[in-house]
């Protein structure tokens, strides 16, 4: 089996989570023995693949499935090229209107407008993948006209072994001491950027947000605000060559996200037997218990009241800690490889999609 996993304007993502999701299923195929093509084009793109193809059938490399990861120009052409070669299109939804909002300046007002073309973006597969059934709901809400299947991203368990030889240096690096509450990925109001920085001027433990910021045009006012002028206790750390250093350096995972379609950073803080508080949301409930592999809270007071929990009670962080690993391993890379292979086979064999 042949399989095209595309991520459109991958270059241009960095370290986004969407590049990691992608990046996780390539890695998860593979060890399936599936073949894996990460351009649809005969070449590095359609314009070296054009000229590299003069006088030839076509600019298309071959594949038997289409599995596209991201909206724009370059999947909106493979899914016509599909559907004029009866090629089984999967469209995987992890964007949606409701988690583009608070992220850069201007994102509310255009989430309304990418609702719309999102609509009609899904719309065009055989099959939608999605990472929970709470987005599997957001897309229905739109509507979505096909069907549409919660699975899981995953978390890449063996990427993150290792992760305890960074505690020492990068607290060093990072000026941190003591129970450490920590963050990582962009650095978004979604993600909860106030509460984190509200909850840290209310205690005086060392905070630290491990991901890039923005402070171009394009960045928010509320995180242009924070990370300019942060709490004294706050360490923005920007990006980091390896994310293991973020884990070993942390000892509570704090994440208030308002909206997430799954949270893979929450799976990777898990994997590593962190203490993890969320908050109370519909993904994190469908995924997570309260009390048993986290604590999740609604308002800024709970969540301090967590933190605090915690910090002072490093029994209950031990025991979190190895629950929540228990839980990052149903969310291994090989389950997600066999998924994801069933679903193709399925496809191919002429499988109703709604049934796979």
Not at 7 to 30: F, H, N, P, V
Not at 74 to 93: E, F, N, Q
Not at 162 to 168: D, H, S, V
Not at 259 to 275: D, F, P, S, T, Y
């Amino acid at each position: 089996m042949r399989t095209l996993n595309y991520l459109d304007i991958e270059r241009y993502l960095g370290s986004s989570g969407i590049t990691t999701a992608a990046s996780q299923q390539r890695k998860a195929l593979a060890d399936q023995g599936v073949t894996v093509e990460t351009s649809p084009w005969d070449g590095r793109n359609p314009l070296t693949a054009g000229l590299a193809n003069l006088g030839e059938d076509s600019l298309w490399t071959d594949f038997d499935v289409a599995h596209c990861n991201l909206v724009g120009p370059g999947t909106i052409a493979v899914a016509r090229h599909a559907k004029r070669h009866d090629i089984p299109l999967i469209l995987h939804s992890h964007v949606t209107r409701e988690d583009f909002q608070e992220s850069f300046r201007g994102s509310n007002q255009i989430s309304k407008p990418l609702g719309w073309y999102l609509r009609w973006f899904y719309s065009q597969a055989d099959l939608v993948l999605c990472p929970s059934e709470y987005t599997k709901d957001v897309l229905e809400s739109y509507p979505v006209d096909g069907p549409i299947r919660p699975m899981t991203n995953g978390v890449d368990l063996d990427a993150l072994e290792g992760y305890e030889k960074f505690r020492a240096s990068a607290r060093e690096k990072h000026d941190l001491d003591g129970v450490v509450v920590f963050s990582v990925g962009q650095v978004f109001e979604r993600k909860g950027l106030t509460t984190f920085c509200r909850v840290a001027q209310q205690t005086d433990y060392d905070f630290a947000w491990f991901g890039p910021y923005s402070t171009s045009p394009l960045a928010s006012e509320t995180v242009k605000r924070w990370t300019s002028d942060p709490p004294a206790n706050v360490t923005f750390t920007g990006w980091v060559e390896d994310v293991r250093e973020a884990f070993g350096a942390g000892d509570i995972y704090l994440f208030p996200t308002k909206a997430e379609n799954q949270g893979i950073a929450v799976l990777e803080a898990m994997a590593a037997r962190k203490a993890v508080v969320l908050r109370d949301i519909p993904v994190f409930r469908e995924y997570f218990t309260d009390g048993e592999d986290c604590l999740m809270a609604s308002t800024d007071a709970e969540f301090r009241e967590a933190v605090e929990r915690l910090a002072e009670n490093p029994d209950l962080r031990e025991r979190l800690g190895e629950n929540a690993r228990e839980t990052a391993e149903q969310h291994s890379l090989d389950r997600v490889g066999q998924q994801l292979v069933d679903i193709y086979r399925g496809l191919l064999d002429g499988a109703d999609p709604a049934t796979l």
